[in-house]
């Protein structure tokens, strides 16, 4: 306990201790103990005995009410036993009932003892509780408490009366402490009198101290005993009313609590072992109380509160108080106190207390509330009078005979005598006025003569301030009346005084009434007034007015456009005047037909040529919100942000704002406002601080603010101030006030009101009629009297105050005059005079300080207050009292005993509590919440510092957050770290909800205000992030929209669902704040905001609001959802372009906004379409064609080219007409080199043959252009051929083959063999970042040459771009240099099987290897093998460190293994700590866990694996479609979705797998979620059923309708959604809206999804393709029924790109014009949906163009594709395949026949040349599928080298090759000089040959070990002939088999397993239910439901399995 707390409740222990010692029982037993019993004889005895007492205890009690007694009394009495007849009783006093008891215990000592006394609690609850019978104890403790009741309250009011009777004459502001008052005017005396200076003697202080010394240890230890005895029980009791009582906020099923109060949290922490320390705080609150804060002495200052103290208060919180009342219901159960531990012990440390808490658990809770009432009525009669306020002694009745009948109003204040002019002392009238407050009010306030005369005096100017403050509005209403005021009656005080109380409507009449303004100004003394009679300027929002006044768009009439507009615009708004209006020359022009705007031409011309740096996007009305920064912190950098952007409102609403100026400034960082804000126009500033009808209140006033006033605003100064008494005097109250004397003196009020004839100014002071010193010990003076009088009469106020200490003491007793006694000390210390001569002063002796001093008391209480002259000594003794307590405390811990202290500071607690529990009921006001504010706070720190279980800190944030920050000072005080924000951090997350919803607003906007400042530093999970900003949106936000603003970083977490439980509330700031951020959110966030934005704009808002809505409005509104944003008209599209072109708008969105502008505006002007950019792309061509040979058209064709070389497709006739000429094609070698760079995007549709046209001088000067285009290999050699001669690409250092870009695909392998090594080095780089990039045979040829060098190793920074692609065999010679010499081994991109041979090399000597050397390998380690990875696993064993194992391998930028996940797995699961790791694993290896484990999974595991799968889609996507389908549905149904609608927040809670949900459940999906995402539903995969579902949905009724219902608008919305529905219903569409653009548009859009992120893995082109050509052909007319043949729409090459070839029918194919055959020629070979027959009609089209096959050339025969497989074995062998190129078109299909096949190879041979042996690695690769055409035998003449370097590609090809073939190639790779003998070859040999280990000799694999067959790739396994799988894969191996291997294996070879092999194989591939399943299907959407077989088979399966 803090220092003086222990000593004084060890004094207040000692006084109950001895008063009750005589009560005690001399040894209670510690356990109970049952009386002996008495005869049965005593005991009748005794209880007649008891009777009798009884009946007459009754009658005397009647008696002495005035109640005849019973005739027989004495009769009753005499038939007790002989003393009892002997009792006297015909005195009915106390003694008389004293004589009775006494009587009554000498008789049966022994039977009262143990019968009463031991019952004594039993008798009273059960009296309590209103209880019959309750036995003869009962009977007589409530016959003798009634008998006694008016006796005890008669001395309690005696009591009462004396301690008021000494303390009448003080004027205390608290009835409760002013019973210590008699106390302290005791000692006061003892210390003024002689004694003090006897006490101060040596002698005597020599023996105290011995004394103290000598007795102090016994006196403790005696008195700690007694205490313990006496003093535990009684608290106990206490403790238990209070636990009764109070109900601690406690947590409910739910988690949810009420928000406890002050005395709650107190009685909580006792519960919990907080260790409460009060001790300081109570005795600050006795001995040191606060001073008063009222300057003004009057009586109502001190009933009154409103005083303000500072600018900053604390944060008003509101908090539900349960108030202790006698009434209460709600009483706790006994099981919540402590009578639940005292009935459950074995033994009882209090006897009395066991019996009370027996006796409780007996009652009902109905018999426990009366027993409530009852006590609490009992203790509340007792203690009431005591703490009642003392009567006032001049208006309360006394029994006392008076000195006087007459009243103080009698005797000074005479009222009727007050008429009298002159007659009345000011004096008096102060007096009467703050002493008979009431009868002055209505006899001086409601009395206008007597206010007429009094105001006459301009000392008594205050009356009029002090009526209108305490009547009212009474007195303004009596005085005030203006209809009444004739020239003759009005009076120039009475004028003052309604100007400055009801200035409004006086200035109203005054301004209104001509007659009225004559009456005021005929008196010469109103002259003063100045009303404002015009109309006052409207507060200009300087955004607002800027946004009205520069609406460009607008200004049509320049003549109505001033140059104070335009200087406005460019001040505010310059770069948007300068791109709109400047740009404009026309209209600038006519603006400087006006002379006065000439200079706008030159500011435009120069602003053109120098554009202003563009000032961020900074929405000044978010981030300058000057009106809320006075309650909360600003950083710095936004201060000067707002001065920097919003110079003009920053001056108005902080530089003249000076609470905020001072607050800001401040901070060292904003020092410099200082500096801008030195030169402010004071008008503004002045009108904010000098308020001067604030000051007519008593109130603290910073004197700053009061000096620049009365600098700056002299004049009004002098009148509001100076010349008002009132004002005046209030504020020279103030302690550092007094220079206003020596202000005023020099300064007199204009006009004739001034000076003394208007208040009392300082002209009319006069000391000696105005300082009656003699009458101050009457009647107290105000401080502005005496700082008057100090002033300027300061020898007389020296002679008559500060030399009469007696006044001196009486003056200071006031706390505003407490300055006087230091004032005085100045002047009256003696001087004596010195050796020297010199006088000095002698400082005069303290008593306090020379007693602290002899006693030896060194604390460092500061004694110079009191040491004053005329200091009061009551201050001086609380001084002294409290020196003396921190001096004694050290030694009184000592000494008490653990118990004792244990024993106070519970007894602190809970008087802490029971006086809040008062001052709640308002029974006393001791301001307890404040005193103990601090110690509370220390004591929360304190424990949450020191407390581990959670539980208890959250019952402390959740239950009492509120009370808590009502008890922190949350301003500039104090820190912003402050504890309690810091414990929010410290959430568990599994709490965080709970706790976080009952936190207070204002602590809400802490913890948001603290995260944003200390987020670097705030290690916070994403999880916990998530959940504070779901908490923040769903909980607080529709609490308080405000708390948006400080929201912060923290908005990009927020979820969709959050964002849309957003109050759908107008809020500016938030729409602000919300503008200002949405373009850094996600496109999920962008769209959920713009969906909670929609909710709160109607449709007639949108289509009737203003045209420039959208400006108005922001960048939220381009994220409107399109059924919403549909509804803007062309209009208003076109005024807010700028706004929506500069948000991520929405493909649907851009296309409405092209088409609707360009369909409805014929006059787009340049400017427009350049703002319109690549959305000109989306518009009608036709559209577009409108604006032929117009300036815009060139702007058009820009934007279009602009598509192309981003990537955008755009409809053919789009490019036929707009872009590409028939001249362009017709003759293309007359194009110029610029045309050619103009068309460049557009070449690649133009084709090789056009290429083949141009010559090197027009390719050349456009090379740097091509070279970014994406030219097919074919297309690039075209282009190559053509400017080699003007390249030297073998020339090093001349970047020639750098500057090719995509053009080097071109490159013919031969050339890239020749180029030296440092020409290949010094481009690579460049060239492999290029797209389409280089061509495998061309990536083997530079892998080659640059690897076959041994320095490799140290050029592995320019060859890494192509590291994937080297090959094993010539990255294992270099593997020991590359761990030497590169430094980035670790973190180079290696494929698995590289990583494992760097792996083996880099362990090879390590033994066992350690977490950290593992970590430090890098990728290196995804090439650990299974045994490697086993060992470490079971090395460490432990959560931590195989925690970031896991970690380390998710973050690996390189696929993992399947084996290596496998293994992973099946080590982790051996660990109980298996599911702890689950968020760690990743995807790669969470998807890779088999279903039986994933669905055991619990939720929150599951939710785990959703997170993991959203945040990684792409692993999901690869698995089997079946496997999917049952995750997802595990998944739904684990997380409870799986009944019920299908809700958004479901759906985007699913992510990429919302639609592999089951087909019952996505057809519930909510239906407007469908519409309003109908685009964003189109990102996701659909298997064959779900697209079926989304048909039928968007033909439903709620939804778009039946199809023929529809218009283009729908089918814009639909889109590639259309292909979905079926035949016969695509049929239904109307004919006019599926035009060829429309057609083409529904490709493109399917082609960009099928090449997107996910359409690419989730969805084969094959599966739409049918249904795309039905449309195409349908609607154009290819199938109509009952038309002939349609045979005139041929396509165009441009129409085939953007389509597709195979979608056209094949006759129109063959219809095209050759030329334009020529140019498709590539593009319809590549084309994979052609049959056979088809491919044999178009051979013959390209016979018809290109001549017999014979006479094809390179280039040719690369473009011819699938084509090629139609040729005749004649055909093909009078090709000419000599180059790799032509080679490698020919190898890349697997079509061709085995005669094909072989045949081609000879080609080749004889084309290059070459015999088998000679063939390198380069030419292996491009013959590709052509390897299968070479014979066995010939097979083992290859070089092996070669080959096996190009095995890398080989083994990726699903070959052809026979068993032998493949055994052939077995043989070469198992080449000494290649991978060596089969048996030595690990699964990195296995990774790298692919599908050539499906040749392993039958003994050979059979052989194969784990390691070998993890190697083995699923395309190798699916390879193997089903026979030869059976017999070489025994069921242990089977189950070596990885997930993906084991979902390779055919249908054939599944059937030729025997059954223990299918069973090892289903249990690789997964059992689900216990029942193999086979995961190797695509069927997608079949709900899984196991039917009864499904059980057998499992039973059997395992029995089999088990047999094996």
């Not at 706390?815 to 003696?830: D, I």
């Not at 670097?1016 to 999970?1021: G, M, R």
């Not at 298997?1583 to 009724?1597: G, I, Y």
Request: hydrophobic share 40%; charged share 15%; proline share 5%.
């Amino acid at each position: 306990m803090h220092q003086g707390g222990s000593l004084m409740l060890l004094i207040l222990s000692i006084i109950l201790g001895v008063a009750c010692v005589g009560s005690i029982k001399p040894s209670s037993p510690k356990t109970i103990i049952r009386q002996s019993e008495k005869s049965s004889r005593s005991e009748d005895e005794f209880e007649r005995n008891i009777k009798v007492l009884i009946e007459n205890i009754r009658s005397l009690s009647k008696e002495e009410q005035g109640e005849e007694a019973s005739p027989n009394l004495h009769q009753r009495m005499s038939g007790m036993s002989a003393p009892l007849e002997r009792m006297a009783t015909d005195s009915t006093s106390l003694d008389t009932y004293l004589t009775i008891f006494s009587s009554l215990f000498s008789i049966d000592q022994t039977t009262l003892i143990d019968s009463f006394i031991e019952t004594l609690p039993q008798a009273l609850i059960c009296i309590l509780a209103d209880r019959q019978p309750c036995g003869w104890q009962a009977d007589l403790t409530s016959t003798v408490s009634s008998a006694l009741n008016e006796q005890l309250l008669s001395v309690i009011s005696s009591v009462k009366a004396e301690a008021c009777m000494s303390t009448s004459n003080l004027r205390m502001a608290d009835p409760t402490v002013a019973q210590l008052n008699s106390l302290q005017e005791m000692l006061t005396n003892v210390l003024s009198s002689d004694l003090s200076l006897y006490l101060q003697s040596d002698n005597f202080l020599a023996l105290w101290n011995s004394f103290m010394d000598m007795a102090f240890p016994p006196v403790m230890s005696f008195m700690s005993d007694v205490m313990l005895s006496a003093l535990q029980t009684p608290l106990d009791f206490l403790k238990l009313g209070l636990q009764f009582g109070i109900e601690i906020p406690t947590l409910d099923q739910s988690e949810k609590c009420q928000q406890g109060d002050l005395k709650q949290l107190i009685m909580w922490g006792i519960n919990h072992n907080v260790s409460w320390s009060f001790g300081q705080s109570l005795l600050d609150m006795i001995l040191v109380p606060e001073t008063p804060p009222c300057s003004f002495p009057g009586p109502e200052c001190q009933a009154t509160s409103s005083i303000q103290f500072g600018r900053n208060g604390p944060p008003s919180v509101d908090i539900p108080t349960s108030v202790l009342t006698c009434e209460q219901q709600n009483l706790n159960q006994l099981n919540e106190t402590l009578c639940a531990a005292i009935l459950g012990a074995k033994s009882q440390e209090s006897y009395v207390l066991y019996q009370m808490c027996r006796a409780l658990s007996t009652l009902s809770q109905t018999e426990l509330t009366k027993v409530w009432r009852n006590m609490c009525h009992i203790i509340k009669n007792g203690i009431l009078p005591l703490i009642e306020p003392c009567s006032d002694p001049g208006t309360a009745q006394s029994s006392r005979i008076a000195r006087s009948t007459l009243s103080l109003s009698e005797l000074l204040c005479d009222y009727q005598n007050w008429t009298i002019d002159g007659a009345t002392d000011p004096a008096l009238v102060t007096m009467c006025s703050e002493n008979d407050r009431a009868a002055f009010i209505l006899a001086v306030c409601n009395n206008a003569e007597v206010m007429q005369v009094l105001v006459r005096n301009p000392n008594n100017a205050w009356v009029w301030e002090f009526c209108a403050n305490t009547s009212d509005s009474y007195i303004v209403n009596l005085y005030c009346s203006y209809n009444i005021w004739t020239a003759e009656t009005i009076d120039p005080s009475i004028v003052t005084f309604c100007w400055y109380n009801d200035m409004e409507r006086f200035q109203f009449f005054l301004c209104d009434s001509m007659a009225f303004f004559m009456v005021v100004f005929s008196t010469e003394e109103n002259n003063w007034l100045k009303p404002n009679c015009s109309e006052p300027p409207p507060q200009i929002d300087i955004n607002t007015f800027v946004a009205e006044s520069c609406k460009y768009s607008e200004w049509k009439n320049v003549q109505a456009i001033s140059p104070e507009q335009i200087s406005i615009c460019i001040q505010n708004d310059e770069v948007r005047f300068i791109n709109e209006v400047c740009v404009d020359h026309k209209f600038i022009t006519l603006l400087v037909q006006n002379s006065a705007n000439a200079w706008v031409q030159k500011y435009c011309t120069y602003s053109i040529r120098n554009p202003p740096t563009s000032p961020p996007l900074l929405n000044i009305e978010v981030w300058c919100n000057y009106n809320k920064w006075t309650n909360m912190s600003v950083d710095p950098s936004v201060v000067a942000l707002c001065w920097q952007y919003d110079q003009i409102g920053f001056h108005q609403n902080v530089c003249c704002n000076i609470p905020l100026y001072d607050k800001l400034s401040i901070h060292v960082d904003n020092q410099w406002m200082i500096r801008e804000c030195s030169n402010n126009d004071t008008t503004s500033m002045l009108e904010q601080v000098c308020i001067y009808s604030d000051w007519s209140q008593p109130t603290v006033v910073n004197m700053t603010d009061l000096a620049l006033c009365a600098d700056l605003d002299t004049e009004n100064f002098t009148r509001n101030v100076c010349a008002n008494a009132t004002v005046f005097q209030n504020l020279l109250a103030n302690l550092d006030g007094t220079w206003l004397l020596e202000q005023c003196s020099n300064l007199t009020a204009p006009g004739p009101g001034g000076g003394a004839g208007n208040g009392g100014g300082l002209v009319s002071f006069r000391p000696a009629e105005q300082c009656q010193y003699s009458n101050w010990a009457l009647v107290l003076p105000d401080a502005a009297l005496l700082t008057l009088c100090w002033e300027y009469d300061q020898a007389n106020f020296i002679s008559f105050v500060c030399a009469d200490s007696s006044m001196l003491t009486h003056i200071t007793q006031e706390a505003s005059s407490l300055r006087v006694g230091s004032l005085c000390a100045t002047y009256t210390a003696p001087q004596t005079t010195t050796i020297s001569g010199s006088n000095e002063t002698t400082p005069q002796p303290c008593l306090t300080r020379e007693l602290a001093k002899r006693l030896n008391w060194t604390c460092s209480t500061d004694f110079s207050a009191v040491c004053q002259p005329g200091a009061s000594q009551v201050q001086g003794l609380r001084v002294l009292l409290r020196c003396g307590i921190k001096i004694l405390q050290p030694r009184l811990e000592n000494l008490m005993t653990t118990e004792v202290t244990s024993m106070v500071k519970q007894a602190t607690n809970l008087w802490v509590v029971l006086l809040l529990a008062l001052e709640e009921s308002q029974i006393t006001s001791l301001r307890m919440t404040e005193n103990i504010r601090l110690s509370v706070l220390d004591s929360v720190v304190a424990y949450m510092d020191n407390e581990t279980n959670f539980d208890n800190k959250r019952v402390l944030l959740q239950c009492f957050g509120k009370v808590l920050t009502s008890l922190m000072q949350i301003g500039r005080n104090m820190p912003t770290n402050f504890f309690l924000i810091k414990e929010y951090f410290r959430i568990p997350l599994s709490h965080l909800r709970s706790v976080l919803s009952a936190a207070d607003s204002i602590i809400v906007r802490e913890i948001l205000l603290y995260y944003n400042r200390n987020t670097a530093t705030l290690q916070l999970t994403d999880d916990y992030l998530h959940t504070m900003v779901s908490v923040l949106f769903q909980i607080h936000l529709p609490k308080d929209i405000s708390l948006f603003s400080d929201m912060g970083i923290l908005l990009a977490l927020a979820t969709p669902s959050d964002i849309l439980s957003m109050p759908l509330q107008n809020n500016i700031n938030a729409l602000s704040i919300i503008n200002f951020s949405i373009k850094n959110l996600s496109l999920e966030q962008q769209q959920a905001f713009g969906r909670w934005f929609s909710q709160s704009m109607s449709l007639p808002n949108m289509t009737a609001g203003s045209l420039s809505v959208i400006r108005d409005t922001g960048n939220l509104i381009a994220y409107l959802p399109f059924q919403s944003f549909q509804y803007f008209s062309p209009a208003q599209l076109l005024d807010g372009l700028d706004v929506l072109m500069s948000n991520a708008l929405t493909p649907l969105k851009q296309q409405f906004i092209a088409q609707s502008l360009t369909g409805t505006f014929r006059n787009l002007t340049v400017d427009e379409f350049r703002r319109l950019g690549n959305l000109s792309c989306l518009a009608h061509p036709s559209q577009l064609m409108a604006y032929a040979g117009t300036e815009a058209f060139s702007v058009i064709k820009d934007n279009i080219r602009t598509c192309a070389i981003q990537g955008f497709s755009v409809p053919s006739n789009m490019i036929s007409s707009m872009v590409l000429k028939s001249s362009d094609l017709q003759s293309p070698s007359s194009l110029t080199p610029q045309r050619v760079s103009e068309l460049g995007p557009f070449l690649p549709l133009l084709g090789s043959s056009v290429l083949q046209q141009l010559t090197s001088a027009q390719l050349m000067p456009a090379l740097s252009t091509l070279a970014s285009v994406p030219f097919t290999p074919a297309q690039a050699s075209v282009i190559i051929d053509k400017i080699s001669a003007n390249l030297s690409l073998a020339l090093p250092g001349s970047e020639h083959l750098s500057m090719l870009g995509s053009l080097v695909s071109g490159v013919k392998v031969e050339t890239l063999w020749t180029l030296p090594t440092d020409v290949l080095l010094e481009a690579l780089p460049a060239i492999s970042l290029q797209t389409p990039g280089l061509t495998p045979p061309q990536v083997n040829t530079i892998i080659s040459k640059l690897w076959g060098f041994s320095s490799v190793s140290q050029w592995m920074d320019k060859v890494s771009p192509l590291l994937s692609s080297t090959p094993l065999l010539s990255v294992i010679p270099q593997v020991p240099l590359l761990l030497i010499r590169d430094t980035a081994v670790h973190t180079r991109l290696w494929n698995t099987q590289q990583a494992k041979v760097l792996f083996k090399e880099a362990v090879v000597s390590h033994s066992s290897l350690s977490l950290q050397e593992f970590l430090s390998l890098g990728i290196l380690a995804t090439g650990v093998s299974c045994t490697d990875l086993r060992r470490l696993f079971q090395k460490l064993a432990s959560l931590s460190p195989l925690r970031d194992i896991m970690t380390f391998l998710r973050e690996q930028p390189v696929p993992l293994h399947p084996s290596l996940k496998k293994c992973v797995f099946e080590e982790l699961y051996r660990f109980d700590f298996f599911t702890e790791l689950l968020g760690d694993l990743g995807s790669q290896i969470a998807l890779s866990l088999p279903l039986s484990t994933i669905k055991k999974f619990p939720p929150d595991k599951m939710d785990s694996l959703r997170k993991i799968i959203i945040q990684d889609p792409y692993y999901f996507l690869l698995l089997p479609s079946i496997k999917q389908a049952v995750l997802v549905d595990k998944m739904v149904q684990r997380l409870d979705m799986y009944t019920g609608l299908y809700t958004e927040e479901e759906f985007r809670s699913l992510g990429i797998m919302a639609t592999f949900v089951t087909d019952e459940m996505f057809l519930k999906l909510d239906r407007s979620f469908f519409v309003d995402s109908l685009e964003f539903l189109q990102g996701f995969c659909y298997s064959p059923n779900k697209r079926d579902l989304v048909a039928k949905m968007l033909e439903e009724q709620w939804t778009f309708g039946p199809v023929k219902n529809w218009t283009s608008e729908t089918l814009n919305q639909v889109d590639r959604f259309l292909f979905f529905l079926p035949k016969n219903t695509i049929q239904l569409i109307p004919l006019d809206l599926m035009s060829l653009e429309r057609i083409e548009r529904l490709f493109l859009s399917q082609q960009e999804w099928e090449k997107g992120e996910f359409g690419s893995l989730c969805q084969k082109p094959s599966e739409l393709f049918e249904k795309q050509q039905f449309v195409l052909q349908f609607f154009l007319g290819f199938l109509r029924i009952g038309r002939v043949p349609y045979t005139g729409l041929i396509p165009s090459c441009e129409s085939l790109h953007v389509t597709q070839p195979a979608a056209w029918t094949i006759d129109s194919l063959r219809n095209m014009p050759q030329a334009a055959f020529r140019r498709c020629l590539e593009l319809i070979g590549q084309d994979p949906f052609f049959s056979a027959y088809e491919l044999l009609m178009l051979l013959t089209k390209t016979k018809e163009v290109y001549g017999m096959p014979s006479s094809f050339n390179s280039s040719v025969i690369s473009q011819l594709g699938r084509i090629a497989t139609q040729l005749t074995l004649e055909e093909l062998a009078s090709l000419r395949l000599s180059e790799i190129q032509s080679i490698s078109a020919m190898g890349a299909f697997n079509t061709w026949t085995s005669r094909q096949l072989k045949l081609l190879f000879s080609v080749v041979l004889n084309s290059t040349r070459k015999t088998p042996s000679q063939l390198d690695s380069s030419t292996f690769v491009a013959l590709g599928h052509i390897v299968c055409g070479i014979d066995a035998p010939i097979m083992r003449n290859l070089n092996p080298v070669e080959f096996s370097k190009a095995v890398l590609w080989l083994g990726r090809l699903n070959l052809s090759c026979s068993e032998q073939q493949l055994q052939a190639l077995i043989g070469l790779l198992s080449h000494s000089l290649a991978f060596g003998p089969v048996s030595s070859w690990g699964s990195e040999v296995f990774i790298e040959i692919g599908a050539i280990a499906a040749g392993l000799p039958d003994i050979a694999m059979s052989a194969l070990v784990r390691e070998q067959i993890e190697g083995i790739t699923p395309l190798a396994i699916s390879l193997i002939p089903a026979g030869k799988f059976a017999v070489v894969f025994n069921q242990a191996q089977i189950r070596m088999f990885t997930y993906d291997q084991a979902i390779a294996v055919t249908e054939a070879q599944r059937s030729a397993l025997s059954t223990v092999q299918q069973t090892a194989l289903s249990m690789v591939l997964n059992p689900w239910e216990d029942k193999p399943i086979d995961f190797r299907g695509m069927s997608l959407g079949v709900a899984m439901h196991p039917s009864p077989f499904f059980y057998v088979s499992s039973v059997l399966i395992m029995l089999l399995f088990s047999l094996g």
